[in-house]
């Protein structure tokens, strides 16, 4: 009896049936489908998977992100395809971004001329926030 639901029908109800590439495989009672454990590997939060996405719609690139949360450039690439995530349209502003307190955001929002002349979305990120600005591109 398998404490792991069936992948195909979602029985608990399974027995061992050998080993494959030294993971155990089961045989459902319930449907007769063949299957193995779920391999042990590191399972990401899923505040990481939301954060991601929308630092990815804002326009942040996949390797930012990667530095910004420590997840792999390539889980991020995984997450917008598994979610259709779509790429944002690419204007004449791009973004830049700051890691600010609490106190340093709220210096940031007492002065007037901070506020102007770009858009800007603060989100939390974990015990910090990050600002995100759009600026016109100089060249």
Known sequence: MANVACPKCDSKEATKSGIINDRQRFKCQNCGYHYTVA???REVNPYYVVKALQL???GVSYREIERLLGVSHVSVMNWVK????KAPRQTDYHPTYK???QKELA???QKSENLKGAGLVVTELGDKYMMIRWERFRD
């Not at 598994?82 to 995530?85: A, L, P, Q, S």
């Open 39 to 41: 391999k042990v590997g």
């Open 56 to 58: 990815y719609i804002e």
């Open 82 to 85: 598994k979610y259709g995530v």
């Open 99 to 101: 890691i600010l307190n």
């Open 107 to 109: 210096e940031f929002f």
